[in-house]
């Protein structure tokens, strides 16, 4: 067991290192409900490659980390590690965390030597590998700093010692750049491309989890898609771009707008689905809601008039709001749900509607909001009738959540009825009490 | 202070209601102590008194006294936290031992364990017949009962709330058990921990000092120390000695809190997760400044750490995981339904057990009595509350929002809080006999005279971190007066105003056993109330009452902190928070 990676014969280059077979995830929500996270995902790693996971949250990239990085255990399928049956955490795998996940009661040396500690490495070892580690990521002369002391960007530094320090084959990360600044994330994203490329790094391979597409771009060999509900591949995008990669390249940019499109396709998808089941009978209580803000979405709408003259590359727009396809997602969404936009092949377009929003003022535009969240969005609809029809005019928030907790897990109703809350609110069309955990008609003068 | 939120500990706990489970283990636990009851009164009778060197009023031996007394405390804080890491350790890892460990320990708390302090004697006696060791040990185990339980749940609710990506990474290292209990969870669980165990410290010198001379019948066991030392006085009537124990106790209690407790909390800041700098001043102590600094003392406690470094990186395989049978079947719904099965009836047996101990000599008749002196204590305490609120809150406010007064009252109010009023009651006595004070009315406020502190010292924190931008709006809105206590000022220091409440109300129930019964050498003041109920009954041997007293306090109080404070604490964390 205490055999250092570095004795193992190294795996050669296109050699399969880990094998995922038909890899299924999913969680007890409640007595009887599962939620399916992952379901019949495959995939094959092989040795000198850098692969991304790209997805929006909740597409259960990060689930797949956990179960290579030995955390979790899938319900179903296989994980084969270096031709073995993987169980729990395993020899020559590491992982990155997107907090960076130090002990901050360990200096930075001793967050990097704690790594070995288990390995069974004799105590001066120990020191001398990690001295190397923390040098070779630039760390050198913060030894005997904590990580209180450190910016965001050295912090993850010291996680990369970390990982780094055990010769691991296969480095896992999780979205290791997103809680850092633009810049810092950058410098960091090339210092270590650039460590790769010369072969400075104790690795045969790097599995990186993410939902910026143009971070995939620009460190991936190949990106893999995910899908949300349940998270399953979607579509593998190859990329042959040598290193350094210019963001302005125009091969570059081709990528990044096929990857948009490629995952605005399931986004089309699913809204086509809802609106159909938005018009059945029952239909329509299944979606799943998030939790934007009003101002938001009004913004949006601002944007899209205003500087894109109504329609507009989602790419393009993400670059101009700088923002993640995670923040914005969600909003284009809402937007199609409440038919004030409409997305098709990568391009977002405002609606007749839409537009009218807005060129309205305030209150015009909540009754504009409210006469399409109540046409549009049963639940709302629904919320609406039981309060006209009861003489009370209230009505208790349990009564929705269980409603909604036939077609989804509790967070997921818990979610959306917040957002619900939110809109309705805004849209003045009914009020809700926290306290008393009741929805009414009565507006508070 | 942002601190001060661990002393919460206790309250954290997940529903408001007691639910038959709770009513299941409240059977256990009274059951379990009827049985030490009932092994105690058996062998009360040919028990021989071990030590009886007398104690001596001479002035010039208190400081032995004190260091004897202080030992006591020491040791019942090893205890406290050796029984603080296995409990708490085993709470966390095992879902079963969680489903009982739990409610255990939260009716613990609410046992006024000091009423069992002769059957304890008695059984610590009986380990260690003919020898003193055994009562030492009985008065370090009152020690223990005053911190184990919250030092315990603090622990547990760390563990807990160990973040998920550290235990993520510790998993991804494989760190055993053992190296990842050192690394990860006792430091993070450090700074509330030792927190939770310098708030128990007034339970703790309460007890010690009413432990330390504890009759047995028709023998009084004295083991030298303070508490026994006054209680000398009282039976002399010596005011000059209680005078002099009073500032001895002074002196200690301060020597303690810098050359301990300090230190402790300045250096457990170091394992607080969060990475961004706290608001306001880090906790500061010259003590801990000097070891880290001065090469002497470094040298000094090298050897220590270099122990402390090989047990801690002592190796322990990762977890292997089991075959899937066997995790399928451990962890399956009917291991769950024994289990259950197992405990409900144990707890059974016992609550059968503790009501037939109780019925030999007891019928309904007397438990309404019982529940009626309950209701007297009650209303003492709730009174006393109030009042202690009125007079603290704003004094507390006025203080808090001045950072010079804060910075000086503070740590006095906290001096207070950790002093064992015991100390004073016989000065209390003196001065009820002297202007003929009726004991009903004037024993009660003995029974707060320690606690309320903690509601001086915790509005003080809540209005010392009141958002200074809040302050400027209401001023810049010119609300001045009521309105501004109302809209402002209450609301904003209500959640630390809660947490006090809450710890002055459990000490005060303790309290009323030592303060509806008081003796001034031939002069006995009685209260009517549940604590002079269990007090007659304990001087008499009746272990029955005792145990009958016990078990109605223990539900007053847990009903009161269920059906009261945690609402309002539940109310003041939801609606009042200021994150």
Known sequence: MPVAAAVREAPKIGEVILDIDTVRQAYPRGPSNTLLVLDGVSLKLKAGEIVGLLGRSGSGKSSLLRIIAGLARPVDGKVTWRGQPLHGPSDGIAMVFQSFALFPWLTVLENVEIGLEPLGVPAAERRTRSLEAIDLIGLDGFENAYPKELSGGMRQRVGFARALVVHPELLLMDEP???????????????????????????????????????????????????????????????????????????????????????????????????????????????????????????????????????????????????????????????????????ASGDIRLTEIGRRFVESDVDQRKRIFGEQFLARVPIAALIRRVLDERPSHRAPYRRFSEELEDFMSEDAADETLSAVITWGRYAEVFAYDEQSQAFSLENPE | MAGLQPSLAI????????????????????????????????????????NRRPVSLDPVNLPYYALRTTLRMLLGLVFSFIFTFIYGALAQKSRRAEMILIPVLDILQSVPVIAFATFTLAFFLNLFPGNVIGAELAAVFEVFTAQAWNMAFSFYQSLKTVPRDLSDVSDSLRLGGWRRFWTLEAPFAAPGLIWNAMMSMSGAWFFVVASEAISVGKTTITLPGIGSYVALAIDQKNLGAIGWAILVMLVVILIYDQLLFRPLVAWSEKFRVELTAASGPPPQSWLLDFVQRARLAQNLFKPFQVLADRIVRFRTPYRVEPPKVVTEVWSSRGMDYAWMGLIVVSSLVAAWFAISFVRTEIGLGDVMTTVGYGFITLVRVLVLIALASLIWVPIGIWVGLRPKWAERVQPVAQFFAAFPNNLFFPVAVVTIVRFNGLPDVWLSPLMILGTQWYILFNVIAGATAFPNDLLEAAASFKLRGWAWWRKVALPGIFPYYVTGAITASGGAWNASIVAEVVSWGKTRLEAHGLGAYIADATAKGDMQRVVLGVAVMSVFVVLLNRLVWRRLFDFASRRLALN
């Open chain 1, 177 to 343: 750049f997103s809680a850092l600044d633009v810049l810092t994330a950058e410098t960091l994203r090339t210092d270590l491309i650039e460590l790769w490329t010369e072969g400075k790094l104790p690795l045969r391979s790097i599995l990186i989890v993410t939902h910026n597409i143009e971070e995939a771009v620009l460190m991936c060999d190949r990106v893999i898609i995910f899908a949300a509900n349940p998270g399953r591949i979607a579509a593998e995008v190859k990329i042959d771009l040598k290193h350094p990669r210019n963001r302005d390249d125009p091969a570059f940019r081709a990528l990044v707008d096929d990857i948009y499109v490629r995952m605005t396709k399931p986004l089309e998808a699913a809204a086509r689905a809802a609106q159909q089941a938005a018009a059945a009978a029952h239909g329509g209580m299944g979606i799943i809601l998030p939790d934007v803000s009003t101002n938001d979405l009004a913004g949006l709408m601002e944007t899209l008039f205003g500087d894109f003259d109504g329609k507009a590359d989602l790419p393009e727009l993400a670059d101009d709001l700088t923002m993640e396809v995670d923040e914005l997602f969600p909003l284009a969404e809402t937007l199609q749900l409440f038919g004030l936009a409409e997305i």
């Open chain 2, 11 to 50: 309250l954290r706990s997940r529903r408001l209601l007691p639910s038959i489970w709770d009513v299941l283990v409240f059977g256990l636990v009274i059951g379990v102590l009827a049985l030490i009851a009932f092994g105690g009164h058996e062998t009360l009778q040919p028990l021989a008194v071990a």
